[in-house]
């Protein structure tokens, strides 16, 4: 029976939570779990060591992000197929996914049959948004303003991120594997696409758009996120 079966590669940072998946997934005859990481680092050692037919990923991970891990996998391998399984909502997330190589981005308030379809499909090649995703999609759309940060590259959107975190660009350097002065490049071509003059506009105008939020700001367990 597993032979067959769909194998995944699943990365969440919280333990619990992937036991729940790992219960979950025990249940499909048609998959099987072949490895699970808590970090971007060790999910791309076992991209290489297990070759899954999917990956399943959070956004939020210590250290480098989903995205990074994207971006990631797919220069090694163009033929991978990812998941993004997030809290986050704002279609920006989704959006920069997808951009970055990911064939689907599924909210985590979504039923869990919705993960198991969005499994079966992404192992098919098709791209899957969730409901909740795919109506936020569409209102931001029509909406216009969030769509600003439709002209930030992946790389670029994670940049902004983590400078409206505090960190330095030093530090944003390390976590990415880039120099300071791509990152220092990145600063201020951030800015000029979002049309801001600041550091103060710009993490009001990231608030704003959801790209990040108060709770974000004052996590205290950002700072072990770094090392």
Known sequence: M??????????????????????????????????????????????????PDVVVTDWSLPGQSGLELIGRIRQRDLRAKILVFSMHQNPAFAWQACRAGALGYIGKNEDPETLLQAIRDVRRGRHVLSGSVAQALAMEKLGGEGWALEALTPREFEILRLLVAARTPAQIAKLLNI????????????????????????TRLAIKLNVVDLLELTDPNEPERDT
């Open 179 to 202: 120099s300071v002065k791509t990152v220092c490049n990145s600063h201020y071509l951030i800015k000029r696409k979002l049309g801001v003059g600041s550091d103060i506009e710009l």
């Open 2 to 51: 597993n032979g067959a079966a769909i194998r995944i590669l699943l990365v969440d940072d919280h333990a619990i939570v992937r036991e729940g998946y790992r219960a979950l997934l025990a249940k499909q005859p048609d998959m099987l779990l072949v490895a699970e990481a808590g970090d971007a680092a060790t999910a791309y050692g076992l991209f290489r060591d297990v070759d």
